[in-house]
């Protein structure tokens, strides 16, 4: 008996020691498998000669010796001598760097920069990684792992690379009470109650995930703030995350609530023109910095779904906003002042940040980013870019993604962010005649900032694997690299990702990213075809519910978005209509207001089109819409029988949960084609063409379901 207890519990512990739960994201160092590559990166790497013993060096150092250790399954010694293929890490100072003539290439980079050389040195071939700073060999020392995770050839490297943004940061949405605000990935991951004393594990590999891809800032706190996190005993608590995020070149923010002098210091206002409110800021910040001496600063939603602000005493965003900014200024400070603003008197919630920023431009100090979100609205699987880009030409407007998936499947979906990210970046918007990319309005070289930045609202939870849906690490993955290089492709990303997540198979790689880059088309059509916006469930947003019309404020319904009627469906953004259009450039404008030349993927973001209209195709806007609906459901149904066929690349337990999701998404995409076009199909009066698959149930059905529990919401 004690026999079988025994091998039943080795075969336990040993199931246990080889399940696959994803908690290592895209940093496994798993042992190259290909035997040539593996003699050859051997030969090629033989000694690490390492300079500087500062927390930022050391980590790299750790991160080193740990990844070359499990790629190449050995031991790879340090050594103060240099000999063909020693890794020579240090920063420029450093003696051995300052040998090696690598002035030229040093000047090319920024301070958070790093260079990547294959050089001779004393007939000796060897590899170094250095930077103008200790974070640049950190970052350097990163990317040459991911080089040999990714299986890429050393032998002659010449890699010169500095961000292109300034900050790079995840915005958590995360409450004090470790619920996490549009959450899908389990509790948050800071755990107050235990901070400051105890360490979990997960901050470091948390701090190390970010690193690895450049992100150097966090805001750990919920833009629906409480005051709270600005007391003593919760700022000790932020200061023991600081000192763990600090070696890795991550800054730490806070959400700064407005209302916080009233809350917490019971006076009577917050007007932020108020000497005594300005002074308590200033005191407070004092006292931030006594404990946190590299605080990042703080972000602010203000005046914005019932947040308290500067309106609330007749000042503006930018008065608000430069009272915490001259606060925070004496210390290197900055305040990431959010656009997202919108309230139910306007006759178009597209229009409102616009309206009430752009007028700002030029108000606000030297040490304030507006921050805006990708679109005019919400997070919506498409959007236009929002028209503050390229509007505020004197303001440094940083972007805000949403990592998490709020509108886009939450945690069930597999949806991958880059094109998504990458369909605002590469908008034109024609501020400065064409080539005027958004991307070059946040990175600063359309209007000459230097203070840049773009932050990721953060899909972290403490999900075992992080990120709750295996795919939705990806997007981690993806803002960190995006908000490093802008430039590089969401093909790219998506197959270092795959490389250092799944396989290096050239098969699986194909197989994976043709996954990934198709999910984004794929949900648009089964969600949100044509420029349909916001038609999700009232609350939690998962789910369709075109039909919505019960809220209080019209803004908050999906007939708000919609505007079905018998003549037709969208919401007219033409002069004829709200007149939105009119705060883009004349160039993009042109490509919108003509309904006749408008893509079709922004229609009816832009016009109130007839059923009948004719679409490029040549199918009428009805028929159209039933075929983008049913082929978002067949996409799902591509995607499954991809994912099927590469069953034996992956490892059983991602394989059986992603495969799991899949069906969820497949049983989703059908619930959101159906219900839409039984709804639609009230005004239309028209049939689904016989060829596609006719709804099983009554739109009824689909009235009648509820979802009880949508987590995060
Ligand atoms: C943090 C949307 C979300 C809210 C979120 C808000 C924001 O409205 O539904 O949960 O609040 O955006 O970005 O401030």
Not at 63 to 90: A, D, F, H, W
Not at 679 to 696: G, L, N, R, V, W
Request: aromatic share 12%; net charge positive; charged share 20%.
């Amino acid at each position: 008996m004690k026999k079988v207890v025994l091998i039943f519990t080795c075969f336990f512990v040993l199931i246990q020691l080889y399940a696959e739960d994803g908690y290592n994201l895209w940093l496994r160092y798993n042992p190259v498998e290909n035997k040539t590559l593996l003699t050859s990166y051997k030969q090629q790497i033989t000694g690490i000669h390492f300079s500087g013993s500062s927390p930022t060096l050391l980590a790299a150092k750790e991160e080193i010796l740990n990844g070359l250790n499990g790629l190449l399954q050995r031991k790879t010694p340090l050594t103060s001598l240099i000999s063909n293929g020693t890794v020579i890490i240090g920063n420029s100072s450093s003696a051995q760097i300052a040998k090696a003539g690598l002035q030229n290439e040093l000047k090319q980079i920024n301070q958070e920069g790093f260079i990547i050389v294959t050089k001779t040195i004393a007939g000796k071939k060897c590899i170094i990684i250095t930077g103008n700073s200790e974070v640049g060999v950190l970052y350097g020392s990163f990317h040459f792992l991911r080089l040999l995770q990714t299986h890429q050839p050393v032998n002659n490297l010449r890699i010169i690379s500095s961000p292109k943004l300034k900050l790079r940061l995840l915005n958590h949405w995360d409450n004090l009470n470790r619920t996490v605000e549009r959450g899908y990935a389990g509790f948050s991951i800071w755990n107050w109650h235990t901070l400051p004393n105890y360490i979990d594990k997960r901050y470091i590999d948390y701090a190390r995930a970010n690193a690895s891809v450049g992100i150097n800032g966090t805001v750990l706190t919920n833009v629906n703030a409480n005051a709270t996190i600005l007391t003593k005993t919760w700022l000790e608590k932020v200061k023991a995350l600081a000192d763990v995020f600090r070696p890795y070149g991550i800054k730490v923010y806070l959400t700064a609530r407005f209302s916080a002098p009233i809350e917490l210091a019971r006076m009577k206002t917050a007007d932020p023109l108020n000497d005594s409110v300005r002074q308590w800021w200033v005191e407070k910040v004092k006292e931030i910095y006594s404990i946190i001496p590299d605080f990042g600063g703080f972000l602010v939603k203000a005046n914005s779904e019932g947040q308290p602000g500067p309106q609330d005493y007749k000042r503006n965003h930018a008065d608000g906003a430069n009272m915490l900014a001259d606060a925070v200024a004496p210390y290197g400070g900055i305040v990431m002042w959010r656009a997202f603003v919108y309230n139910p008197e306007s006759n178009d919630r597209f229009k409102q940040a616009y309206e009430e920023f752009q007028p700002l431009d030029g108000k606000f100090r030297k040490n304030v980013m507006v921050q805006v979100k990708n679109g005019p609205i919400d997070f919506q699987p498409r959007e236009p870019f929002s028209p503050l880009f390229g509007a505020m030409p004197k303001t440094p407007l940083m972007m805000e993604f949403q990592l998490t998936q709020e509108y886009v499947g939450q945690g069930t979906h597999l949806f991958y962010e880059a094109p998504w990210f990458k369909e605002v970046l590469e908008a034109d918007t024609y501020t400065k005649g064409r080539g005027s990319m958004v991307a070059k309005v946040i990175d600063g070289t359309l209007d000459d900032h230097e203070l840049t930045g773009m932050a990721g609202v953060s899909n972290i939870g403490n999900d075992i694997n992080w990120c709750g849906h295996p795919f939705a690490q990806a997007n981690w993955y993806a803002l960190g690299r995006l908000s490093w290089d802008h430039e590089l492709s969401s093909a790219t990303i998506a197959t270092e990702w795959i490389r250092q997540t799944f396989s290096n198979d050239k098969k699986a790689v194909t197989g994976i990213q043709k996954i990934m880059l198709n999910s984004h088309e794929a949900l648009v059509n089964y969600m949100t075809p044509l420029g349909l916006t916001h038609i999700m469930y009232n609350g939690h947003h998962y789910g369709p519910m075109p039909w919505g019309n019960t809220l209080n404020r019209p803004d908050w319904n999906p007939v708000y978005y919609h505007r079905a009627d018998s003549f037709g469906v969208g919401f007219d953004r033409t002069a004829k209509g709200t007149n939105a259009l009119a705060q883009y450039k004349p160039e993009v404008r042109k490509q919108f207001e003509d309904i006749n030349n408008c893509p079709d993927d922004y229609l009816l973001w832009f016009h109130h089109a007839s059923w009948n209209h004719t679409m490029k195709s040549g199918r009428s806007l009805w028929n159209e819409l039933c075929y983008r609906y049913n082929t978002g459901v067949d996409s799902v149904k591509s995607i499954i029988k991809q994912w099927n066929s590469l069953e034996k690349f992956i490892d059983k337990d991602r394989f059986v949960q992603v495969k799991q999701l899949l069906n969820i998404q497949l049983n989703d995409a059908v619930w959101w084609r159906n219900a839409c076009l039984l709804y639609f199909q009230t005004f239309s009066k028209m049939p689904i063409p016989a060829q596609y698959e006719q709804p099983d149930k009554t739109l009824e059905h689909y009235r009648s379901i509820r979802v009880l529990f949508a987590p995060g919401n």
